[in-house]
């Protein structure tokens, strides 16, 4: 349906509607109902509350109608009247107008009486009207790039698993680079202050550069306080370049041993006779992975070139949902990545929690607009998932979880997760295809 910024008069039954447009892709509907056809809704309304209404000398719903009215009071049947016309004529209107509400309509009554005309208005947020550029013009120049492997990553890859499996000795010495070692270490600005353990190995980079070489030559059970300097890189920004005071235990060094990456190292690794075969397997991988890399950053590129090009309020209501999930999944990162807690976190970086997430507004707005500009692709291309797509990928989603959180889960959330992957998946291969083309 076409929304004009002017009111549309429109006619459905005996109710008189309207439509305006306001900002952030929300519409006002005004709903007048005439006095015959909100009598009706009344009758409704005292049907509904007669079996309700308990009197001495009556049986539980044969009170008669100006009983039950005076005994539950005419106010609060005339609003059982005006919900029960609120809840036919809306639902009613947005499907007969095509409109895609997006969660609950703000109602407001504006004129209920007995043997009177009804009115009422309905604030609600839609999905908006997209006119799309020309994609297929615009996909059609982009380009994924060919994904080639070398052997210096072939190589590094070698040298993780060489660590991987590598033979681990406690020694009663002073640690050296190249040693495996245990520490528990504090910081005021990381964790709260409380103490954190960490294990790597010693000059590989697994920990800060100035760190790591002030931990060389102490032995297990030693303490000791130093100054280093954070990485101009580190992600809190707050931190990043700065000195700071660390207290510092070892608890263990070990000697680490690797096994020489040879034909014998290859078949211990699995179904590989010779080093040749590990590394073609290596290299079969590892392509494999670059070229999906490239082709989320192909389906990036090509949704960015079509979404500059695409002008359309964004539901505020999406946005705020998508930011709000933004902020969780930092929560959640937080947590268990740096092992700390969102309140230490804030303190650390100096920050309230409205300004992080006002920080992820244009991301999510960003993220709302891509997603509905693939959607609407998908509805002019005339995209659709079968029953039988989502019978078949719904046990390859099961297989993500356990037993117990299956039980946790929303099998028809599942369902319309799966239908809205398959979608995407759909989209993006017709727009490769016209890519390649």
Avoid at 124 to 130: A, C, S
Avoid at 357 to 375: G, H, M, P
């Amino acid at each position: 349906m076409l929304l004009h910024s002017a009111v549309d008069d429109l006619k459905l039954n005996n109710m008189k509607t309207d439509i305006k447009k306001l900002d952030k892709s929300q519409v006002e509907i005004h709903f007048e109902l005439t006095a015959e056809e909100f009598s009706k809704h009344f009758e409704k309304a005292l049907l509904h509350l007669k079996g309700h209404v308990k009197m001495d000398g009556f049986r539980k719903g044969k009170v008669p109608a100006n009983m039950v009215e005076e005994r539950v009071g005419p106010e609060n049947v005339l609003m059982e009247a005006g919900d029960l016309a609120v809840k036919e004529a809306y639902p009613n209107f947005i499907e007969e107008q095509k409109l895609e509400p997006i969660g609950d309509p703000e109602v407001k009554i504006l004129k209920i009486a007995k043997g009177s005309e009804f009115v009422f208005s309905v604030v609600v947020t839609v999905i908006p009207e997209i006119q799309l550029p020309d994609y297929k013009e615009i996909t059609s120049h982009i380009k994924g790039k060919e994904v080639a492997v070398d052997e210096k990553e072939i190589q590094e890859t070698l040298e993780y698993l060489q660590k991987s499996r590598a033979k681990f000795t406690v020694e009663d010495r002073a640690a050296a680079p190249k040693d495996f070692v245990e520490i528990e270490y504090q910081n005021k600005d990381i964790n709260e202050g409380k103490a954190i353990k960490d294990r790597f190995i010693l000059g590989d980079g697994g920990f800060m550069q100035d760190f790591e070489s002030h931990i060389v030559g102490m032995k297990a059970g030693e303490e000791k306080e130093f100054t280093a300097k954070f990485p101009d890189n580190t992600p809190n920004k707050n931190l990043a370049g700065k000195d700071a005071e660390f207290k510092v235990k070892m608890l263990s060094v070990q000697k680490m041993e690797l096994a020489e990456i040879n034909d014998e190292f290859a078949k211990a690794l699995g179904a590989f006779d010779t080093l040749v075969a590990l590394k073609e397997n290596l290299k079969e991988g590892i392509t494999a992975e670059k070229k999906e890399a490239e082709k989320q950053r192909n389906r990036g590129e090509m949704l960015e070139a079509i979404s500059v090009k695409t002008t359309f309020d964004i539901p505020k209501k999406m946005v705020d949902f998508e930011e709000q999930r933004l902020m969780e999944d930092l929560k959640a990162q937080i947590e268990h990545r740096f092992k700390m807690t969102f309140e230490a976190y804030l303190a650390s970086v100096k920050k309230t929690e409205k300004e992080i997430k006002d920080s992820y507004r244009l991301e999510a707005e960003k993220r709302i607009k891509n997603f509905l500009v693939l959607r609407q692709i998908g509805r002019e291309e005339k995209i659709e998932v079968t029953e039988a797509e989502i019978t078949e990928d719904l046990p390859k989603l099961m297989k993500n979880y356990t037993k117990e959180q299956l039980a946790q889960i929303d099998i028809r959330q599942l369902t319309e997760y799966s239908k809205g992957a398959i979608f995407n998946e759909k989209v993006f291969q017709f727009l490769e295809k016209l890519s390649q083309s």
